[in-house]
Structure formats: structure tokens, C-alpha cells
């Protein structure tokens, strides 16, 4: 059965050692800093978007004129992630956040090394801003488990959709074509596969 996305979620942070997770610590951190998160939005999807439409493969993903509307949504997520809750709920949906980009071609590279650009970005504002030094480290470390949590989320999201459609098309492939008459079920198609050896 296919899994939903709260349980892709909580697959993959099983996964993460504890250490690495992103912890309810994590989010009260996260949370103290709101105000100072919120202020760097324009600045983050400016960089993010210069980004993305800077570098051919990833500028191809877009339609013409698309770009006002993908600002909205990520500045929607970044206002989300700035407010919290970070819950079971918000993870869930990075899981959908990370299918929405399946669907459009968005590879695992891509979304990596554009989660780390944001880790990155806030880490630095965090140094140059005015807060204490504890507060500064303490909200760097915090977006650091944030942003491999959210990625270790999204990337098993990958793995699980891959896995289905490659589940599909096998079995597709032994039960031949779907007219009605020709079809096979899944259960004979799948007991009468040919042996393979390792
Ligand atoms: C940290 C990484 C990223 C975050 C947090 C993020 C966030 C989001 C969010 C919240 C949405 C709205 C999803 C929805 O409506 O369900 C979205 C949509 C989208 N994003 Fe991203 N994004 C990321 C990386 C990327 C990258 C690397 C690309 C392209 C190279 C990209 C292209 C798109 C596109 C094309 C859509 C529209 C999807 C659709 O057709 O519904 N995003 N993104």
C-alpha cells in the first residue's frame, strides 16, 4: 500500500541518527528568532530565484512568467517555517512539497544544494546580525538540523515514488496489456515471473 505522507516523513527521520534530527529544542530556537528569520525574506528569494534561473538546468524547469508565483509559494514556506509549528504536520507536508517537485523534474541534486544554500544564507546572516553569540550559534545549529531533516524527508519522498512507479511498470510489464481479456492478475502475474539468480 502506498505510504502516506506522514509516514515518509517518519520513515525518513527514523532513519537520520538522533543527533542529526531536528529536535522540539530545535523549533523553540527557531521561534525565538521570527522576527529576524521573517526580515531576511526578500533578500532569501531573491537569492534563491537568481539562483535557480542563473544556472541553465535548473532555469528549465520553469515556464515563461512563472516566476512570480514560485516566489510566493517559497516565501509561504519560509513564513511557515519562520512561525512554525515545526510538527509531524509541517514535515508531512515537505513530503508533498517534495513530490510537487517530482512531478516537474526536479532532481534530488537540485533540491539539496538549494536547501544548503538557505542553511547557508541564514547561517551567515545569523554571524553578522546583532544578536549574542550563543544565540547566533545556537539558531545556526538548529537551522542546520532543520534543513537535514527537511532534506532527509524530501529525498526519501524521492526514493518512495520511485519506488512505486518502478513497482507499477514491473508489474504492468507482467501482466501485459490492460484489455480486459488479456489481463492477468497481479498475484499470477508476479508468481509466474521468471527466476532470477543473484
Ligand atoms: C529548499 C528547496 C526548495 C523548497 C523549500 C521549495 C519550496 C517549494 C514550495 C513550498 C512549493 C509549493 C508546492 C505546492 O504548491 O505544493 C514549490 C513549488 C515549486 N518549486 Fe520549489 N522549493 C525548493 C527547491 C526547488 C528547486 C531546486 C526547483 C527547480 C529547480 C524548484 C521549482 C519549483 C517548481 C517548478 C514548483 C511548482 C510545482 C508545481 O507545479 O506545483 N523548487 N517549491
Given amino acids: 500500500m502506498a505510504k502516506n505522507m506522514l509516514q515518509i516523513a517518519r520513515a525518513a527521520i ?19 528568532h521570527e522576527q529576524f528569520l521573517l526580515a531576511l525574506e526578500p533578500e532569501l528569494i531573491t537569492l534563491f530565484y537568481d539562483t535557480l534561473f542563473g544556472h541553465p538546468p ?8 512563472e516566476r512570480p508565483a ?14 512554525g509549528p515545526l510538527d509531524d504536520h509541517y514535515f508531512a507536508w515537505m513530503a508533498e ?17 538549494m536547501a544548503e544554500l538557505v542553511a547557508t544564507f541564514v ?18 545549529e538548529a537551522f542546520a538540523r532543520l ?8 529525498t526519501h ?6 519506488t512505486s512507479a518502478l513497482s507499477l511498470a514491473r508489474v504492468r510489464a507482467l501482466t501485459g496489456p490492460s484489455a480486459a481479456g488479456n489481463r492477468r492478475t497481479r498475484r499470477e502475474a508476479l508468481n509466474s515471473r521468471p527466476e532470477t539468480s543473484v
Fill in 14 to 32: 527514523d532513519q537520520m541518527p538522533p543527533a542529526c534530527r531536528f529536535t522540539s529544542r530545535d523549533g523553540e530556537v527557531i521561534r525565538a
Fill in 58 to 65: 535548473t532555469a528549465e524547469v520553469f515556464i515563461d512568467g
Fill in 70 to 83: 514560485r516566489e510566493q509559494t517559497l516565501a509561504g514556506w519560509w513564513r511557515r517555517t519562520a512561525a
Fill in 97 to 113: 512539497v517534495g513530490l510537487a517537485h517530482v512531478f516537474r523534474g526536479v532532481g534530488n541534486p537540485m533540491m539539496l544544494a
Fill in 123 to 140: 547561517v551567515k546572516q545569523a554571524r553578522q546580525a546583532p544578536l549574542r553569540p550563543a544565540d547566533s550559534a545556537a539558531l545556526a
Fill in 147 to 154: 534543513v537535514s531533516t527537511v532534506s532527509a524527508v524530501i
Fill in 157 to 162: 519522498g524521492y526514493d518512495e515514488s520511485l
